[in-house]
């Protein structure tokens, strides 16, 4: 009788620190949300054309979302600096650019296509909507080779 009390006992005690276990590891979920932070990636990106300079920072978020920043540095001529937000799809950059030229915000849609560790900028015919210049058929862009950016170390990428 003494021994089965004692197994009947051991029984439960063993069962309650298996309990204990399992409400120690509900914390889980605030190491996830670290880790979540730490995949938001920057990749910045430089083309020299000739004695023009194109500038591209890219911030990656984990749903493909992207922000940056995009600067056209023109020889001899006012630049083009500001921002761009979009999506990542496939291998394919679609983005609103929202820039300062001369003084003058303007807003325009604009296509990388990513190629390893090129982004090369496309190029077709534009009309302007709602204050914002798009593409008249975002099917029938060209990317244009000679305007290819490298992907370079971020702390290089100087306006």
Do not use: H, W
């Not at 056209?72 to 083009?80: I, V």
Request: charged content about 30%; some cysteine.
């Amino acid at each position: 009788m003494k021994t089965q009390l004692a197994v009947a006992l051991l029984s439960v005690f063993a069962f309650s620190s298996c309990k204990k276990e399992v409400s120690e590891s509900l914390d889980l979920p605030l190491v996830e949300e670290e880790l979540v932070i730490d995949t938001i990636k920057t990749i910045c990106y430089q083309g020299i054309i000739k004695k023009d300079t194109i500038n591209l920072s890219l911030y990656f978020e984990e749903n493909q979302d992207i922000k940056g920043e995009l600067a056209y540095l023109f020889f001899e001529k006012d630049k083009n600096d500001g921002t761009i937000v979009g999506q990542m799809i496939g291998d394919t950059l679609k983005a609103n650019y929202t820039f300062t030229s001369e003084g003058k915000e303007s807003n325009r849609e604009i296509v990388f296509l990513r190629k390893g560790k090129i982004m090369i900028e496309a190029y077709g015919d534009v009309e302007e909507i709602e204050s914002k210049t798009v593409f008249k058929n975002p099917k029938k862009l060209y990317f244009d080779s000679a305007t290819v950016l490298s992907e370079i170390d971020c702390q290089k990428n100087v306006k």
